[in-house]
């Protein structure tokens, strides 16, 4: 058991979960001694690096889809895989007092002016894809697709908002609650874009074993009270 507690585990985890995950593996580092290190980027990079044999035991996504392709071409475990957390999409603005928008009557494009709306890659990260579509279904994407900044994950477009690059941006809910310098001011309708699901399952060929007991934590009551703190829900019983 000894060896097994030192036995790293190596997570491949959105770049969304970084505030929230940090804090639990932190937590479960010093309950069990057992060391982890967390790659975070947008998931469509790390299912790839998976793909070409990244070493990595666990993957957490920020959408079903690129797990649903790991999980086709038997590079995780679908008896580990389970729906672990939920979250959800807001506008934000640059700075603590932004007014509060209503999306269904504003004009996004016109209040954008010469500025950017700072997204995730929208048409290969899970943030930008749930965006693009949310902003399809409310019928603001023809006046904003020429001003979107693309950034590579959501923490990236994050922190254009933040740094007063891009005036707004959309991000998910709990990215926005990272980050002091930047305001929510609407909240996607959840009919507006598909469910926003964050599985998780073991990588194939890694430390199953580590793997496996790292991901019971984070179905712990422990795990739970630190993602429902950083807002996100939590899916996983």
């Given at each position: ?224 009270d630190i993602f429902l703190r950083h807002g996100f829900g939590v899916l996983a019983e």
């Open positions: 058991m000894a060896a097994m507690a030192q036995a790293q585990i190596t997570v491949f985890a959105a770049a969304s979960t970084k505030t929230a995950l940090d804090e639990a593996a932190a937590a479960y580092q010093s309950e069990t001694a057992q060391p982890v290190t967390i790659s975070y980027a947008g998931s469509p990079a790390l299912a790839r690096q998976i793909q070409l044999g990244a070493p990595a035991d666990v993957f957490l996504s920020a959408n079903p889809g690129w797990m649903d392709v790991l999980q086709q071409e038997g590079l995780v475990d679908p008896a580990s895989r389970l729906d672990l957390l939920a979250n959800r999409l807001v506008l934000i603005a640059h700075g603590t007092d932004a007014p509060p928008l209503d999306l269904s009557a504003a004009d996004l494009g016109g209040l954008l002016g010469e500025g950017r709306l700072a997204m995730a890659l929208t048409d290969a990260v899970p943030a930008g894809i749930y965006g693009k579509a949310a902003l399809s279904a409310l019928g603001h994407w023809p006046t904003v697709a020429p001003k979107v900044a693309q950034a590579a994950n959501v923490r990236a477009a994050l922190a254009l908002v933040a740094s007063g690059e891009a005036p707004m941006g959309v991000v998910y809910a709990t990215d926005a609650r990272a980050d002091s310098r930047v305001s929510v001011i609407a909240e996607f309708p959840e009919g507006s874009h598909p469910p926003i699901v964050y599985p998780a399952a073991v990588v194939a060929g890694g430390n199953a074993a580590g793997a496996g007991e790292f991901l019971d934590y984070l179905r712990s009551p422990g795990a739970r």
